[in-house]
């Protein structure tokens, strides 16, 4: 330090001198021409001297003297300038050196169109026997860019040039200042020196006072027979040189104690540390306490220092556990189980008596005790069994694995304990995990006669959530609907932890089951954790099919205007369910009212059928021969839509049954051969000329017409003439009526024939039957007239012949005489009327007299009538008179010929007369009990009085004392 303050010292000075020769009122002029221009001597003169540092930095102090020092002059040969340098040298380290450069600068006078001959000295100089030297190193022009090495050069006229030295200095130099005084001198005169002085510094390593080391040495269960260590002995350089260690020796060690150099530092810097590794063995004979020897250091200088190192051995008990990590097995959750494990002294040195028990780490999600451990002694080298106590709390999730870390220390080392982690497996008891089961669908599409009942079988999933096997007591399977059975036909008896098992489960529907969905129910009952129940749909679908048979109806060929009719049946063919929402229309076909839907059912139940049955008329418009389809579509709700087909072919009236009556009326009417004959070649004829086109339509209805109405005439003639022979005139009347008629209708239709041959031919026919008519009505005019001359002719005969020859001599078209014969018998039936009038007038009044006297008269008892004896005056009277209407009545019916109602009033009269006798009869008689009744009261009453007076008289007298 007293080294750089004296550099300190000298750079001021320095600088104070530097600043006197600038500022001086005297300033030279270059190379030793005086000049007066201050900025000139700023210019020229400031900072012209650099130090350019090498490998040793300099204080801040040494740079401000180094600024200070050289300086650019133009003056007198006489004046010189110092700069300054500082060398730092290794004296440690062989061949160390130091080196710096230094500048400074000069003017040198004239113009630049002059040039002169400079020259530096010394090139090169040494001091201190050679080992600082000074040496020229280079030139460079400072206004014109022009450099060199060599120390003589040309310069040209009033530039400035600037000069560099370089100081060098070894180890072998002696510390002080070394200088020279370099000068520039040209051609013409001028001289330029400047003082180059070298500050050597000769750094020297120093060894600090020494401190001791100690080294602990714990004997445990892992030293064995002897305990090896390393241990670091620190040297300190408290010199400002480097310290370079040449040897390092150990001292004596204790017995059982063996150290050695592991390794040593070459160098140690300035003001540094570092440390020398020693191996020290120690042997477990070396008893406890302190045991030292020394460490010496040397270094290349000659300078050396002794170290203490002390070893502390210490024998402790350790602990150590069989494993260093305990699995303590599966705990079931919320319950706790018991494990041990194996504590032993490891060292072998000293007993343990009171064990430390820390946990580094705890499981929050149960708890960990060891029971009786600190009053456990564990000899030296020796080891017990510890239970521990695993407890789990019951929240604990399934599968965890809790853990804690524990240390077991003697008390008196609590370095030498056993670290051990205990683990243990969280389990659960067997749970449902999950459990389902399938559902089954059944449709009933099967006709219920062909099956006895639709089986599924699906499938029931139980897993076992637990850790512990799951035993399946029993399985009971239930479903809510009639008709539905469930069985299980397949069933584990255990389930595996974390498993899951199938149980298979038939479900048998009933052809009664109710449609809809249904809820099959799976009753699980194990030992634990228990039962449970889950459920399924099973779904019933009844369906229903509907089939119409015949698909097909052809009704054939139909004669127009006539009726066919042709049927088929829907069916619903399942037997399950009736056919919902039926509907029945016709879906296509000519909507002209030619078919007829003349039966239909309206619902089809279950299993049942309906008859369908339509009916085809076509109408004159329908073309003929022409093929005509219908189709009809049944459907429902719950079935799908059934069509069928009706077809039918329109065609003229078919003759061929017409014909066939008129031939099998051959032979049987008189002359009716003719006619037969003859109205079969009519309608022969026409159904030819139809078939060839050449009739018109409208002959069809009136030739066919016309040959019905010839077979009508022809039976009902037969049956007029039949009538006739036997007598029965009535028969006879109604025959010939109809007989009439369907000349009438044969007239008609033959009238309406528009072909001419057609309609000649069928009048043939009209005046035979006019013939035969007439004969018959003839036969019955005889008879009527015979009976309107017999004297034993009621009134309502003679109506009724009236009548009827009024209708005969209609048919026969005698208009005036049919005229005169309804009068005549108007006459007749009127007169009749009256009598059957008067008649009922006096069988009513008679029946109203007789309901009187039933009400005011008679009292009826047992079905009887009876009256009071003291009204048989009345009774006589009311009763003649009333059987005197009946008798009235039955004269006027039988005057007017209505003998029915004559013999009805007759036995009404005779009934009611039996009647009034009866009641006569029976009241009388009680009037008789009535009165013998009144006898014996009175001449019982009279006794009683008798006796009376004669009880009174004796009161009277005394007499009952006696």
Same mark, same amino acid.
């Given at each position: 330090m007293a080294k750089r303050h004296t550099r300190a010292a000298v750079a001021l000075v320095a600088v104070a001198v530097a600043c006197v020769l600038v500022s001086g009122p005297a300033a030279a002029g270059p190379l030793g021409q005086p000049t007066t221009d201050a900025p000139d001597r700023i210019e020229h003169f400031e900072g012209a001297a650099e130090a350019t540092p090498d490998q040793h930095s300099q204080s801040a102090t040494d740079r401000a003297a180094d600024a200070a020092g050289p300086a650019s002059t133009n003056v007198s040969a006489s004046t010189s300038l110092r700069s300054t340098v500082d060398l730092d040298v290794e004296q440690a380290l062989s061949g160390d050196s130091d080196s710096d450069r230094v500048t400074?600068?000069?003017? $040198?006078?004239?113009?630049?169109?002059? *040039?002169?001959?400079?020259?530096?000295?010394?090139?090169?100089?040494?001091?201190?026997?050679?080992?600082?030297?000074?040496?020229?190193?280079?030139?460079?022009?400072?206004?014109?860019?022009?450099?060199?090495?060599?120390?003589?050069?040309?310069?040209?006229?009033?530039?400035?040039?600037?000069?560099?030295?370089?100081?060098?200095?070894?180890?072998?130099?002696? %510390?002080?200042?070394? /200088?020279?005084?370099?000068?520039?001198?040209?051609g013409l005169g001028d001289q330029h020196t400047e003082r180059i002085v070298a500050d050597v510094e000769v750094r020297e390593p120093e060894f600090e006072q020494p401190s001791g080391t100690t080294e602990d040495i714990r004997f445990d269960e892992s030293t064995g027979d002897r305990a090896n260590t390393e241990t670091q002995v620190e040297i300190g350089n408290g010199g400002d040189g480097v310290m370079v260690i040449d040897s390092v020796s150990v001292g004596a060690t204790p017995r059982g104690i063996d150290a050695s150099v592991a390794n040593e530092p070459d160098r140690i810097g300035a003001n540094g540390r570092d440390g020398i590794d020693l191996d020290i063995s120690v042997d477990d004979t070396v008893e406890e306490g302190d045991h030292s020897f020394t460490v010496t250091a040397s270094d290349n200088l000659g300078n050396r220092e002794t170290y203490e190192v002390t070893v502390r051995v210490e024998k402790v008990p350790v602990l150590s556990a069989d494993s260093t990590v305990i699995s303590l097995g599966e705990v079931l959750v919320g319950e706790s189980t018991v494990k041990s494990f194996t504590l032993r002294e490891a060292a072998g040195y000293e007993s343990?008596?009171? $064990?430390?028990? @820390?946990?580094? !780490?705890?499981?929050?999600?149960?708890?960990?005790?060891?029971?009786?451990?600190?009053?456990?002694?564990?000899?030296?080298?020796?080891?017990?069994?510890?239970?521990?106590?695993?407890?789990?709390?019951?929240?604990?999730?399934?599968?965890?694995?809790?853990?804690w870390e524990v240390s077991f220390a003697p008390q008196d080392n609590r370095d030498g304990n056993a670290r051990v982690v205990f683990t243990a497996q969280v389990i659960y008891p067997p749970y449902y995990d999950g459990v389902s089961?399938?559902?089954?669908?059944?449709?009933?599409?099967?006709?219920? /006669? %062909?099956?006895?009942?639709?089986?599924?079988?699906?499938?029931?999933?139980?897993?076992?959530?637990?850790?512990?096997?799951?035993?399946? @007591?029993?399985?009971?399977?239930?479903?809510?609907?009639?008709?539905?059975?469930?069985?299980?036909?397949?069933?584990?008896?255990?389930?595996? &932890?974390?498993?899951?098992?199938?149980?298979?489960?038939?479900?048998?529907?009933?052809?009664?089951? *109710? #449609?809809?969905?249904?809820?099959?129910?799976?009753?699980?009952?194990?030992? +634990?954790?228990?039962?449970?129940?889950?459920?399924?749909?099973?779904?019933?679908?009844?369906?229903?099919?509907?089939?119409?048979?015949?698909?097909?109806? *052809?009704?054939?060929?139909?004669?127009?205007?006539?009726?066919?009719?042709? &049927?088929?049946?829907?069916?619903?063919?399942?037997?399950?369910?009736?056919?919902?929402?039926?509907?029945? %229309?016709?879906?296509?076909?000519?909507?002209?009212?030619?078919?007829?839907?003349? #039966?239909?059912? *309206?619902?089809?139940?279950?299993?049942?059928?309906? !008859?369908?049955?339509?009916?085809?008329?076509?109408?004159?418009?329908?073309?003929?021969?022409?093929?005509?389809?219908?189709?009809?579509?049944?459907?429902?709700?719950?079935? %799908?839509? !059934?069509?069928?087909?009706?077809?039918?072919?329109?065609?003229?009236?078919?003759?061929?049954?017409?014909?066939?009556?008129l031939t099998a009326l051959e032979g049987e009417v008189e002359a009716g051969d003719g006619m037969v004959t003859e109205m079969?070649?009519?309608?022969?004829?026409? +159904?030819?000329?139809l078939r060839a086109g050449n009739a018109p339509r409208s002959d069809i209805v009136a030739v066919s017409t016309a040959g019905r109405s010839t077979t009508l005439f022809l039976q009902s003639a037969e049956q007029a003439r039949t009538a006739l022979d036997a007598g029965n005139h009535s028969a006879a009347q109604l025959h010939l009526t109809r007989t009439a008629a369907a000349y009438r209708t044969l007239g008609t239709y033959t009238d309406r024939i528009s072909n001419d041959e057609l309609a000649q031919r069928a009048a043939g026919v009209t005046e035979r039957a006019d013939e035969i008519l007439a004969a018959l009505t003839d036969r019955q005019l005889s008879y009527y007239r015979g009976r309107l001359e017999a004297e034993n002719t009621t009134m309502l005969e003679r109506a009724r012949i009236e009548r009827d020859l009024s209708r005969l001599a209609a048919l026969r078209g005698d208009s005036d005489r049919a005229g005169e014969l309804r009068t005549e018998a108007d006459r007749a039936f009127s007169n009749y009327s009256t009598l059957v009038a008067e008649g009922n007038e006096r069988l009513e009044a008679g029946r109203s007299q007789r309901d009187d006297l039933d009400e005011s008269l008679f009292v009826s008892a047992l079905g009887q009538r009876v009256f009071w004896i003291g009204s048989l005056d009345r009774f006589e009277s009311a009763t003649r008179a009333t059987l005197s209407e009946y008798d009235t009545a039955e004269?006027?019916?039988?005057?007017?010929?209505?003998? !029915?109602?004559?013999?009805?009033?007759?036995?009404?009269?005779?009934?009611?007369?039996?009647?009034?006798?009866?009641?006569?009869?029976?009241?009388?008689?009680?009037g008789a009990g009535l009165g013998l009744v009144f006898l014996v009261v009175v001449v019982l009453e009279s006794r009683a009085l008798y006796r009376y007076i004669q009880e009174s008289r004796a009161a009277v007298s005394g007499d009952f004392l006696v």
């Open positions: 400074f600068s000069f003017r $040198v006078s004239g113009s630049s169109n002059m *040039s002169t001959r400079v020259s530096v000295t010394p090139s090169q100089t040494t001091r201190s026997y050679g080992d600082v030297e000074f040496e020229f190193v280079e030139w460079s022009d400072q206004s014109g860019g022009g450099s060199g090495t060599s120390s003589s050069w040309t310069a040209t006229g009033g530039h400035t040039y600037q000069v560099t030295y370089e100081v060098s200095a070894n180890n072998g130099a002696t %510390e002080g200042s070394y /200088s020279i005084t370099a000068t520039a001198s040209s343990v008596s009171d $064990v430390v028990t @820390e946990f580094a !780490e705890r499981d929050s999600r149960g708890n960990l005790a060891f029971g009786g451990l600190g009053e456990t002694t564990i000899s030296a080298g020796e080891s017990t069994s510890q239970s521990v106590t695993v407890q789990v709390d019951e929240d604990v999730e399934q599968g965890s694995q809790l853990r089961v399938g559902g089954a669908d059944f449709v009933f599409d099967r006709p219920r /006669s %062909e099956v006895t009942s639709y089986t599924e079988t699906t499938t029931m999933q139980v897993r076992n959530g637990g850790d512990l096997p799951m035993n399946i @007591e029993s399985v009971s399977p239930s479903v809510d609907a009639p008709g539905i059975d469930a069985t299980v036909v397949d069933r584990p008896d255990t389930i595996p &932890a974390r498993s899951s098992r199938t149980f298979g489960v038939r479900i048998e529907a009933q052809p009664e089951a *109710s #449609e809809g969905e249904h809820t099959l129910s799976m009753d699980v009952q194990a030992a +634990e954790p228990g039962s449970t129940t889950v459920s399924s749909t099973v779904t019933v679908d009844r369906q229903a099919d509907l089939a119409v048979d015949p698909g097909n109806l *052809s009704v054939g060929e139909v004669i127009v205007t006539e009726r066919a009719s042709t &049927a088929t049946v829907l069916s619903e063919q399942l037997g399950y369910e009736s056919v919902r929402d039926f509907g029945f %229309e016709q879906v296509s076909g000519p909507d002209r009212g030619w078919i007829t839907v003349v #039966e239909r059912p *309206s619902t089809i139940a279950a299993g049942e059928s309906g !008859e369908v049955v339509l009916a085809v008329s076509f109408d004159p418009s329908a073309t003929l021969y022409r093929t005509y389809n219908w189709t009809f579509a049944a459907s429902g709700t719950n079935v %799908e839509t !059934e069509r069928f087909t009706v077809s039918a072919v329109p065609r003229p009236i078919d003759f061929s049954q017409v014909r066939d009556d079969d070649g009519v309608l022969g004829t026409l +159904e030819e000329k004269q006027r019916f039988r005057a007017a010929g209505a003998v !029915e109602r004559a013999d009805s009033a007759a036995a009404e009269r005779a009934s009611l007369a039996a009647a009034y006798d009866g009641a006569r009869t029976v009241s009388l008689g009680i």
